[in-house]
């Protein structure tokens, strides 16, 4: 049996270390009460923006 090799690609790759970013943050959740990693590359990123503004404030 061959081994697959498992490719990710840039946006996976950011979208992994925004989530790691998040729970270290503090944020375990969605905005509706969703499990972080079950949250898609464009959600992710909008709750970094938005945690990143929240926190300059």
């Known amino acids: 049996m061959r ?3 498992v490719l ?3 946006e996976e ?3 992994q270390n925004w989530i790691s ?3 270290g943050l503090g944020v375990s ?3 509706e009460g969703e499990e972080l ?3 898609d590359y464009y ?3 909008n709750l970094m923006v ?3 503004i929240r926190r300059e404030d």
């Open 3 to 5: 081994k697959q090799k």
């Open 29 to 31: 959740s969605g905005p």
């Open 37 to 39: 990693r079950n949250l």
């Open 8 to 10: 990710f690609t840039e």
């Open 50 to 52: 938005r945690e990143e």
């Open 43 to 45: 959600t992710i990123r």
């Open 13 to 15: 790759i950011k979208r």
């Open 21 to 23: 970013e998040l729970e």
